[in-house]
């Protein structure tokens, strides 16, 4: 089958114009372009480098995605195929026997060819059709893979978030079994109660709780990182949360044409685009199709095999196949098509809308994580000094144990928040990064 366009019926399909959009994004239009920068280049740390390289790999979801391109391929080759004449062969075998004479077995061979010249864009709007879900079954594995890559940063760093939180809660249990030693000594010496010791006690158990909760944590995330990056539980051996670097500039205003760029919103523009090509296609079925079909056989009526053909038949045959009675039908099928296309363009207008709120939110959550961090800072420096200045105060008696368990106490939770807020700034990076379109490269 050969297409030929004419009529205007089929056309090419252009981006809509959203330009007024840019206005979701806030701030000026200076920054880093993230989404260009390749992930193995955006996380630093080596050992994270390996574990998303393994779950690209292993990785379900990311199977699947390969499994769909192959089947959109397929169909858009099944598609170009279409353009090709159909040959058919038929054999059929007859036996006449009665009327006293002899019998004959008679033998028939037709080959049959059909053409049909698609001049009004039908086949060829499915062609296109196909293109783009082979285009869209692409864009779907590059967001997949962006997500996949943001999940398995976001699941490493929240590793390493517990680890350091695991550390400090440690620490400041070692911190109490001192404490109880040193009320133990005072209490020997009259200058400390049993209700001091006690208190200690239950302070340090308290903590030795908050230890065995995080360590359940811990566990419980190695074990959804290994079942994320689709492999058995292994060893994750894994940095320090301080450690981790990311770029120190970043952009407080996003261009629209930067973040279109994102898997997501091409995949919703290649539907919009199956759409646009669906509406063609249906409305091509209101035209006729003409169609060229051909045959020749070779006829035998004696019973032998064929070696000398007994007749040859040939025929040339053009048709055309106007619609009539399914007219309604076919107008609804363009309806339906519109529909569609006005529908997917409603839902191309949205993934851009949320694009913006997924930027800015992580703008802001960059922002807002790194200040509560340098509050952090500068919350624990005042407190380590003021646990220990009412450690001193209280072995000269000068402080009750109250004060010094209210200081301790409250640097363990400035110490915990720390661990969290940079992992938030930490969180933010990575949410930066993926709402532009990272991680394809």
Same mark, same amino acid.
């Given at each position: 089958?050969?297409?030929?366009?004419?009529?205007?019926?089929?056309?090419?399909?252009?981006?809509?114009?959203?330009?007024?959009?840019?206005?979701?994004?806030?701030?000026?239009?200076?920054?880093?372009?993230?989404?260009?920068?390749?992930?193995?280049?955006?996380?630093?740390?080596? !050992?994270?480098?390996?574990?998303?390289? %393994?779950?690209?790999?292993?990785?379900?979801?990311? %199977?699947? $995605?390969?499994?769909?391109?192959?089947?959109?391929?397929?169909?858009?080759?099944?598609?170009?195929?279409?353009?090709?004449?159909?040959?058919?062969?038929? !054999?059929?075998?007859?036996?006449?026997?009665?009327?006293?004479?002899?019998?004959?077995?008679?033998?028939?061979?037709?080959?049959?060819?059909?053409?049909?010249?698609?001049?009004?864009?039908?086949?060829?709007?499915?062609? %296109? =059709? $196909?293109?783009? $879900?082979?285009?869209?079954?692409?864009?779907?594995?590059?967001?997949?893979?962006?997500?996949?890559?943001?999940?398995?940063?976001?699941?490493?760093?929240?590793?390493?978030? &517990?680890?350091?939180?695991?550390?400090?809660?440690?620490?400041?249990?070692?911190?109490?079994?001192?404490?109880?030693?040193?009320?133990?000594?005072?209490?020997?010496?009259?200058?400390?109660?049993?209700?001091?010791?006690?208190?200690?006690?239950?302070?340090?158990?308290?903590?030795?709780?908050?230890?065995?909760?995080?360590?359940?944590? #811990? *566990?419980?995330?190695?074990?959804?990182?290994?079942?994320?990056?689709? *492999?058995?539980?292994?060893?994750? =051996?894994?940095?320090?949360?301080?450690?981790?670097?990311?770029?120190?500039?970043?952009?407080?205003?996003?261009?629209?044409?930067?973040?279109?760029?994102?898997?997501?919103?091409?995949?919703?523009? /290649?539907?919009?685009?199956? %759409?646009?090509?669906? *509406?063609?296609?249906?409305?091509?079925?209101?035209?006729?199709?003409?169609?060229?079909?051909?045959?020749?056989?070779? #006829?035998?009526?004696?019973?032998?095999?064929?070696?000398?053909?007994? $007749?040859?038949?040939? =025929?040339?045959?053009?048709? #055309?196949?106007?619609?009539?009675?399914?007219?309604?039908?076919?107008?609804?099928?363009?309806?339906?098509?519109?529909?569609?296309?006005? /529908?997917?363009?409603?839902?191309?207008?949205?993934?851009?809308?949320?694009?913006?709120?997924?930027?800015?939110?992580?703008?802001?959550? #960059?922002?807002?994580?790194?200040?509560?961090?340098?509050?952090? *800072?500068?919350?624990?420096?005042?407190?380590?000094?003021?646990?220990?200045?009412?450690? &001193? &105060?209280?072995?000269?008696?000068?402080?009750?144990?109250?004060?010094?368990?209210?200081?301790?106490?409250? &640097?363990?939770?400035?110490?915990?928040?720390?661990?969290?807020? =940079?992992?938030?700034?930490?969180?933010?990076?990575?949410?930066?990064?993926?709402?532009?379109?990272?991680?394809?490269?």
């Amino acid at each position: 089958m050969f297409t030929l366009v004419g009529c205007g019926l089929y056309s090419n399909f252009e981006r809509p114009n959203v330009s007024n959009l840019d206005v979701l994004y806030e701030g000026d239009t200076t920054h880093t372009r993230l989404a260009s920068i390749s992930w193995r280049e955006f996380f630093a740390d080596t !050992l994270l480098q390996n574990y998303i390289k %393994r779950g690209l790999e292993y990785n379900i979801d990311m %199977r699947l $995605a390969r499994l769909n391109i192959q089947q959109a391929e397929a169909s858009l080759e099944a598609a170009r195929l279409a353009f090709l004449p159909s040959v058919n062969a038929s !054999l059929q075998t007859t036996l006449s026997v009665g009327g006293g004479q002899e019998s004959t077995l008679g033998y028939s061979l037709v080959p049959t060819a059909s053409w049909d010249l698609d001049f009004f864009g039908a086949k060829r709007n499915a062609e %296109r =059709k $196909a293109q783009v $879900a082979v285009e869209q079954s692409r864009l779907a594995e590059q967001a997949v893979q962006s997500r996949l890559i943001a999940t398995i940063a976001n699941s490493y760093f929240t590793l390493l978030m &517990l680890d350091e939180q695991l550390k400090t809660s440690q620490d400041t249990r070692d911190t109490w079994e001192e404490n109880i030693r040193t009320l133990s000594a005072l209490k020997s010496a009259g200058k400390a109660t049993e209700a001091a010791v006690q208190q200690a006690k239950a302070n340090k158990l308290g903590v030795e709780g908050s230890i065995h909760t995080l360590e359940q944590q #811990i *566990v419980e995330q190695e074990e959804a990182f290994a079942t994320l990056m689709g *492999v058995l539980p292994f060893e994750i =051996k894994r940095g320090i949360l301080a450690d981790q670097k990311f770029p120190e500039e970043y952009s407080i205003g996003v261009p629209m044409e930067l973040v279109s760029q994102r898997p997501d919103i091409l995949q919703a523009e /290649a539907t919009l685009a199956t %759409r646009f090509f669906a *509406v063609g296609e249906a409305k091509a079925a209101f035209y006729p199709s003409i169609t060229l079909t051909g045959s020749t056989g070779w #006829i035998d009526g004696s019973g032998a095999i064929i070696t000398d053909p007994g $007749a040859l038949i040939f =025929k040339v045959v053009g048709g #055309i196949v106007q619609p009539i009675f399914a007219r309604g039908a076919t107008r609804a099928r363009v309806k339906q098509a519109e529909a569609q296309h006005e /529908a997917a363009l409603l839902q191309y207008r949205q993934a851009l809308l949320n694009a913006g709120a997924d930027v800015n939110n992580a703008l802001k959550k #960059i922002q807002a994580s790194r200040e509560r961090y340098l509050i952090d *800072v500068a919350q624990i420096e005042a407190l380590e000094d003021a646990v220990w200045n009412t450690q &001193l &105060l209280m072995k000269y008696g000068s402080a009750s144990y109250l004060e010094v368990l209210t200081a301790q106490q409250n &640097l363990l939770k400035a110490e915990l928040a720390q661990s969290t807020d =940079k992992f938030s700034e930490i969180q933010g990076f990575v949410n930066l990064y993926y709402a532009l379109g990272g991680g394809v490269k």
